[in-house]
């Protein structure tokens, strides 16, 4: 190639080589293919609309009067919502001192702004029995609340293990009140 007056090659355009743009137009093609092989990796490590659909569930309450209590499912999991009467409530606030294997006052276990629904999974924190308690007529077990039949496990009103093997109280999921009537877990 033959040289200008001011020194650069002839063929170039405002500095920019014809080898330039190459390199230019070669780095360009492979970021889009590369793009083009990672965002199918990386979008199929995202949870599927299944889900996504069964991670919360929502629970309409305005039916319950107080002292019912009603089962529903969340992440194929029994799930049990009470609505407490005032001598539930005064009851497990009385026993909120008592010696206890897993110590929780009700106010702990009933959630911020909420006065006296009770929103908690219905498994057994021992081996994963389904306790007795949330249907009408069952078994509430000695401190009338709930009781697990595989091992003799006995829950206060509150959910709070009292006696038996089980390590720990019935565990109460994330929750927020969707709006008056509806709570959303999960």
Not at 102 to 114: H, I, Y
Request: proline share 5%.
């Amino acid at each position: 190639m033959a040289s200008t007056v001011d020194g650069t090659a002839e063929g170039t355009q405002d500095g920019v080589r014809r080898r330039d743009w190459i390199h230019i137009a070669a780095l360009s093609t492979a970021g889009v293919g590369g793009a083009s092989v990672v965002f199918p990796l990386v979008s199929q490590m995202a949870p599927s609309a299944d889900t996504l659909a069964a991670s919360t569930t929502d629970v309409d309450v305005s039916a319950i009067e107080a002292g019912q209590s009603i089962k529903a499912v969340f992440r194929d999991q029994p799930l049990f919502v009470s609505r407490l009467t005032p001598e539930n409530i005064a009851e497990a606030q009385a026993d909120d001192g008592a010696d206890m294997r897993d110590p929780q006052t009700l106010a702990d276990r009933l959630g911020e702004g909420n006065e006296d629904i009770l929103i908690q999974l219905g498994v057994c924190t021992h081996l994963g029995c389904v306790p007795l308690g949330a249907g009408e007529g069952e078994d509430k077990g000695e401190y009338d609340g709930y009781f697990c039949p595989c091992h003799g496990s006995h829950y206060d009103v509150a959910g709070r293990i009292r006696k038996g093997p089980a390590p720990t109280n019935l565990a109460v999921p994330e929750f927020e009140f969707a709006s008056e009537s509806v709570i959303r877990v999960g």
